[in-house]
């Protein structure tokens, strides 16, 4: 399972190369992103009960806002393996989102799942 998050602002004007559980080749103007459900539990913890579904609905510069605030309460890297639930891994994927987020027009909104 997987979290499929993408922003509704429609294909961006430059490529992008932000991977997470899924990636495109050669980069994409989609505004997307992808990430296991096996760092739920780091989610819940910094965003709260509902975890990264707590961004959907919310404009992406809110949550560039929100994912910067949590990954200030998470520690470590990213481990060898992307599946791995570790918090470095969960921080690591909210910097994607981050990353992404700022490359949306502010008011693009969250989707997801």
């Excluded at 809110?62 to 599946?83: L, R, T």
Aim: net charge negative; aromatic share 8%; charged share 15%.
């Amino acid at each position: 399972m997987s979290y499929d998050l993408h922003f509704d602002c429609g294909p961006l004007e430059n490529a992008h190369q932000i991977s997470g559980g899924t990636y495109a080749s050669g980069g994409t103007t989609e505004p997307w992103l992808n990430i296991t459900y096996n760092y739920a539990s780091h989610f819940n913890e910094v965003l709260g009960e509902g975890g990264i579904r707590t961004l959907y609905g919310k404009p992406a510069s809110e949550v560039a806002a929100i994912c910067i605030d949590a990954v200030s309460c998470m520690s470590g890297g990213p481990s060898d393996s992307y599946w791995d639930a570790t918090e470095g891994n969960a921080r690591t994927a909210l910097l994607r989102l981050h990353d992404l987020a700022k490359l949306c027009p502010p008011d693009a909104i969250l989707n997801g799942d």
